[in-house]
T-cell receptor
Framework: TAGITQAPTSQILAAGRSMTLRCTQDMRHNAMYWYRQDLGLGLRLIHY???????GKGEVPDGYSVSRANTDDFPLTLASAVPSQTSVYFC???????????FGPGTRLTVL | GQNIDQPTEMTATEGAIVQINCTYQTSGFNGLFWYQQHAGEAPTFLSY??LDGLEEKGRFSSFLSRSKGYSYLLLKELQMKDSASYLC??????????WGAGTKLIIKP
């Protein structure tokens, strides 16, 4: 099985432009998450969804939005990118909130 | 505030044993996870502890003391492929994972 896929693998984006990072899982997991990983810092939660149709804010939600129209997809949108959003973005999923999280391969985003 | 502390970097020799420590202060506790992350790749799950004691899984073992807010990951018979970052994460009272910055383990022949 594919598990979790993310697209694109990497992207260079001009400041002020919008972008959607895609995440799809085929494990029928209820919960999905978006993290950013920056050098010297732990993974930080941006947004999460405990089940289709619901979303919640994590530790660093400003500048990002998400939607969860179905079980499989959890896109992350940057409405107007800024250089501080340069990071590696990981999508993850788990069967439910308390369970082990499994990660996608990541998207490396550079905002210039 | 919530805090997870682990060493930034450790070096060990192929075939040896290494212990990576993690201390935590979180609002609530619903388990502690260890993940492995090779450079440029995604984190992958290694172990989960929710009760005090040692969990052994092949060459890797993980220990938890909830009263001390302390865990360690023990890697035996080190191999070159074990060179990676090891991430400690605690699930808090809201079932959110709080992550440490990771320990980069360098294995020398």
């Amino acid at each position: 099985t594919a598990g979790i896929t993310q697209a694109p693998t990497s992207q260079i984006l001009a400041a002020g432009r919008s972008m959607t990072l895609r995440c799809t899982q085929d494990m029928r997991h209820n919960a999905m998450y978006w993290y950013r990983q920056d050098l010297g810092l732990g993974l930080r939660l941006i947004h999460y969804s405990n089940t289709a149709g619901t979303t919640g804010k994590g530790e660093v939600p400003d500048g990002y939005s998400v939607s969860r129209a179905n079980t499989d997809d959890f896109p992350l949108t940057l409405a107007s990118a800024v250089p501080s959003q340069t990071s590696v973005y990981f999508c993850a999923s788990s069967d439910s909130g308390p369970d082990t999280q499994y990660f996608g391969p990541g998207t490396r985003l550079t905002v210039l | 505030g919530q805090n997870i502390d682990q060493p930034t970097e450790m070096t060990a020799t192929e075939g040896a044993i290494v212990q990576i420590n993690c201390t935590y202060q979180t609002s609530g506790f619903n388990g502690l996870f260890w993940y492995q992350q090779h450079a440029g790749e995604a984190p992958t799950f290694l172990s989960y502890n929710v009760l005090d004691g040692l969990e052994e899984k092949g060459r890797f073992s993980s220990f938890l003391s909830r009263s001390k807010g302390y865990s360690y990951l023990l890697l035996k018979e080190l191999q070159m492929k074990d060179s990676a970052s090891y991430l400690c994460a605690v699930m808090d009272s809201n079932y959110q994972l709080i992550w440490g910055a990771g320990t980069k383990l360098i294995i020398k022949p």
